[in-house]
Nanobody, 121 residues
Framework: QVQLVESGGGLVQAGGFLRLSCAAS????????MGWFRQAPGKERKFVAA????????YYADSVKGRFTISRDNAKNTLYLQMNSLKPEDTAVYYC??????????????WGQGTQVTVSS
């Protein structure tokens, strides 16, 4: 069993940055692929980024490639998403998820409650 709690969301101007964190509990964290997804109002939840258990492989949606960086610290049981050069279209609730490195929602067994990111123009 893995429990996930996101933090770090907020309101930022376009061009700014935020760093999201996802604190995980459970012994399986170090052996799990992890991912970030986001969901804008009225839209489906979409893949943002994923990382394998060791941190050696990362994957990104085309819309965030070059601006966002996913990382993890297994000693702290924490997943991160560094978001730079934010755009208004990045506004969404951001969720961390555990159990896969795939891009589909159904591939992940565990989810956090989400953290709101709002980018003003």
């Amino acid at each position: 069993q893995v429990q996930l709690v996101e933090s770090g969301g907020g309101l930022v101007q376009a061009g700014g940055f935020l760093r999201l964190s996802c604190a995980a509990s459970g012994r399986t964290f170090s052996y799990s692929g992890m991912g970030w997804f986001r969901q804008a109002p009225g839209k489906e939840r979409k893949f943002v980024a994923a990382i394998n258990w060791s941190g050696g492989s990362t994957y990104y949606a085309d819309s965030v490639k070059g601006r966002f960086t996913i990382s993890r610290d297994n000693a702290k049981n924490t997943l991160y998403l560094q978001m730079n050069s934010l755009k208004p279209e990045d506004t969404a609730v951001y969720y961390c998820a555990a159990g896969s490195v795939r891009t589909t929602v159904l591939s992940y067994a565990y989810w956090g409650q989400g953290t709101q990111v709002t980018v003003s123009s």
